[in-house]
């Protein structure tokens, strides 16, 4: 069925697709994305409208309904994510798992000498900081999201951690002269070098690679999103978005799911914003490690994440 809508849609556009007869629910589903990417937002509320009511017990067809009302009556604009939504989402479901299995790796693979540490893109350091270990002599943060560095370094302050940071992207603080000769025993990245774009990739892995004496990459083993309306990707973001939002109910349910999965999840599929997440599945992301230098590169599962399985990659 979504190969055929989107035969029509390439070749003839959304209304043509539409004509298809016999839609499942899914397929109507499907309609919605593609007129969404076509900012026909009434008419993308009006197809999720008919999924849901096709497919009543699909919590996921549901959620896409008011996130798309909210849209239609609010303007795309004024619909997106909200730091609550984040903050209720990183801290729950899966990702409790995840980071607990996050922080445990980086740990193990921490040296018993003491060491400088450099965390490329910490966040507010929920990786980092229950990695930590007496053998942490310093640690260097790159952080560009400036809040999130606050509250890294406040945390580190609380624990009596020595710490340098630098507010900014792993592209701009590998340029700065200061940093030129400087040296680290580890080097890490958790759930960050994602953002970084491909084409950018090789030049900041060298330079990490030239720098530090191990490199720790926590990434997910996720497909690439170049064309994110095709059938394969579709079918793939329906099945695990439905896997993401299960595992959050209560008050934080709605909070999650529309202040936070919804917008990423139509995000991928709006052309009206600038891309700023380039995921690959993990055989890319060792063949880039490669392509920078590094001649052994390790890959450590991590957790079965219900968007991708996450793994850790030692290079050196």
């Known amino acids: ?43 993308a509320e009006g197809f999720a409208r008919r999924a849901a009511a096709e497919a009543p017990g699909d919590a996921l067809f549901r959620a896409g ?36 299995a996050t922080s445990a790796a980086l740990a193990r693979h921490y040296p018993e000498a003491a060491f400088d540490l450099l965390d490329v893109g910490p966040g507010d350091g929920l990786a980092l900081l229950p990695a930590l270990t007496p053998a942490v002599r310093k640690v260097s943060l790159v952080e560009p999201a400036a809040p999130l560095l606050a509250q890294c370094t406040e945390a580190l302050a609380a624990r009596s951690v020595a710490f340098e940071a630098f507010n900014g992207s792993g592209q701009a603080f590998v340029a700065d002269p200061a ?32 720098h530090g004496e191990a490199l720790l990459v926590a990434e997910f083993d996720a497909p690439s999103m170049e064309a994110p309306l095709s059938p394969a990707i579709v079918r793939y973001v329906l099945d695990h978005y439905r896997k993401g939002i299960a595992e959050y109910e209560g008050a934080t349910y709605d909070t999650v799911v529309q202040g936070f999965l919804m917008p990423v999840m139509f995000g991928y599929v ?44 030692v290079a050196r």
């Open 65 to 100: 309904v008011m996130y798309l009302a909210r849209v239609v009556r609010e303007g795309k604009h004024q619909v997106y994510v909200s730091p609550e939504g984040f903050g209720a989402f990183i801290r729950g479901g899966g990702n409790v798992g995840l980071y607990e």
């Open 1 to 43: 069925m979504l190969e055929t809508l989107w035969d029509r849609y390439t070749a003839s556009g959304l209304d043509a697709a539409a004509s298809v007869e016999g839609l499942t629910p899914e397929g109507l589903f499907y309609l919605a994305f593609l007129a969404f990417a076509d900012e026909r937002y009434a008419e």
């Open 270 to 313: 709006d052309r009206g914003v600038t891309r700023v997440t380039f995921e690959e599945p993990i055989g890319a992301w060792e063949a880039v490690l490669r392509e920078a230098g590094f001649a052994q590169v390790q890959r450590v599962p991590l957790y079965p994440y219900w968007w991708a399985d996450a793994h850790l990659l």
């Open 179 to 210: 940093v030129a000769s400087r040296r680290w025993g580890i080097v890490q990245a958790t759930f960050s070098l994602h953002a970084v774009p491909p084409a950018e990739r090789v030049a900041l892995l060298r330079w990490l690679r030239e």
